[in-house]
Structure formats: C-alpha cells, structure tokens
C-alpha cells in the first residue's frame, strides 16, 4: 500500500482495512526491528494513542508551545515517523498489560479504532508531544503511528 499521509482516502483506507490486514501478521512470537516493546505490547500502545485522541484519556503535553509549530509541520509533512522515537509520557517505562492475551488485545485495538473512525471527537485533544490535535490532525498522527509500528515489527504496510 502506497503512503501519503496528505492523501485522507488512503489514510483512511489504510486505518478502516489496511491495518487489520498487516496486523493480522503479529504473533506473540514476533520480534520487534528495534525499540522495547513486544507485540501485546505495541498493541496496547496502539489502544492507549486512540484512547488519548477520544479523550477517554487525557494526557499533558510535554513539549514546549514554542516547539509545537515544527511539530505539527511533521505532522502535516508525507514524513514516517522515525525509529527509536521515545513518547515523554512513556519515559518511566511501559503500563502493565490491561489484556490477558495478544488476541484480545488485537479485539480491543480493533474497536478502540472503530470507535475513533465512526465517533470522532468534538474539539481538540491533546498530544503528549504534539499538543492539542484536530480530528484530522489525530488521524494524520494515527497513520503515521501506525504505520510506524507496523514497520517496527516487519509487518510491510509500505512507507
């Protein structure tokens, strides 16, 4: 699948039917191409992000306003997401696992984008390093999120 995070048909092509396609190739035994998560792990990582752009969780943003502008440029730019990046609210370490299993954990992932897709928020959510984000701009950061994980864990969604 071609990537281009300017493009909203692809985007959400990608995010409704794409996703689900390549994650379906995550195994607990899959090892990830760098970074500390494992795959359950990652999963919910994923769930958190969707979490935190409905406003079922909020979060502060760590970045100051100053550095927001070149951000969101990033954010609008055909730019991945690089490797090794490091989330400020994850620094003390990953959360505990809220699912018993990857499968589920996959279930929850899977609703958890339903749920963003088909009931998008009203007004801005906020960022941990973005800062307050649009809908839009939620998806735009959910594609390269994504996108960005599934390449961590050689899942091939292009880009």
């Known amino acids: 699948m071609p990537y281009d995070v300017n493009d909203p048909a692809l985007r959400d092509t990608f995010l409704r039917t794409g996703f689900s396609a390549a994650l379906a190739g995550l195994a607990e035994s899959s090892v990830a191409g760098w970074g500390r998560m494992g795959p359950q792990e990652m999963v919910e990582h994923l769930i958190w992000a969707l979490e935190v752009s409905t406003g079922r969780v909020t979060v502060a943003c760590h970045t100051p306003a100053e550095e927001l502008p070149p951000l969101k ?29 990857l499968p589920a954990a996959k279930a929850a992932l899977e609703a958890a984008l339903s749920g963003f897709l088909d009931r998008p928020s009203e007004g801005l959510q906020t960022h941990p390093v973005f800062g307050p ?9 959910h594609y390269k999120h994504f996108h960005h994980h599934l390449e961590q864990f050689g899942l091939g969604a292009g880009g």
Request: proline share 16%.
């Open 133 to 141: 984000l649009s809908h839009e701009e939620w998806h735009r950061m």
């Open 73 to 101: 440029r990033f954010l609008l730019s055909n730019r991945p997401s690089p490797r090794e990046f490091m989330n400020p609210a994850l620094t003390g370490g990953l959360p505990p696992l809220r699912h018993p299993s």
